[in-house]
C-alpha cells in the first residue's frame, strides 16, 4: 500500500520558517523524482519545489527560489521543504507527490494528504 504522509505544517508569522516532511511507503522510493506542491483557496495547484532522480538536481518555482529548499534522504524514504522567510502568500495545502520510476516511460503519480500552512501575523 502506498503512503505519503506529510508533517510539519502550521501558523507561522511572517519571516519565520517552518520545515515540511514527507514520510514514503510502499513503493521504491530512490528510483522516483519527488515533488512539493501547493494550493491556495481559489487557486491552481502550483509546483513549488523538485528534486530529481536519478542524482540530485533541484528545481524551484520562481516565486521561492532562495528562500526554499528541497531534500530527501532515501535511507528514511523521507522528502523535506525546508522554508525559510515566509510570506503571506505561502499560505496554502501543501502536498507531496512521488513521480516515478524514472526509467518508465508511462510515469506513475502518487499524493499525500497534504498539511496546511498559514502565514499571518
Known amino acids: 500500500q502506498v503512503q505519503l504522509v506529510e508533517s510539519g505544517g502550521g501558523l507561522v508569522q511572517p519571516g519565520g520558517s517552518l520545515r515540511l516532511s514527507c514520510a514514503a511507503s510502499?513503493?521504491?522510493?530512490?528510483?522516483?523524482?519527488m515533488n512539493w506542491y501547493r494550493q491556495a483557496p481559489g487557486k491552481e495547484r502550483e509546483l513549488v519545489a523538485t528534486?530529481?532522480?536519478?542524482?540530485?538536481?533541484?528545481n524551484y518555482a520562481d516565486s521561492v527560489k532562495g528562500r526554499f529548499s528541497i531534500s530527501r534522504d532515501n535511507a528514511k524514504n523521507t522528502v523535506y521543504l525546508q522554508m525559510n522567510s515566509l510570506k503571506p502568500e505561502d499560505t496554502a495545502v501543501y502536498y507531496c507527490?512521488?513521480?516515478?520510476?524514472?526509467?518508465?516511460?508511462?510515469?506513475?503519480?502518487?499524493w499525500g494528504q497534504g498539511t496546511q500552512v498559514t502565514v499571518s501575523s
Open positions: 528534486f530529481i532522480s536519478p542524482g540530485s538536481s533541484t
Open positions: 510502499g513503493f521504491p522510493f530512490s528510483l522516483y523524482t
Open positions: 507527490n512521488a513521480r516515478g520510476p524514472y526509467y518508465n516511460p508511462v510515469r506513475i503519480d502518487y
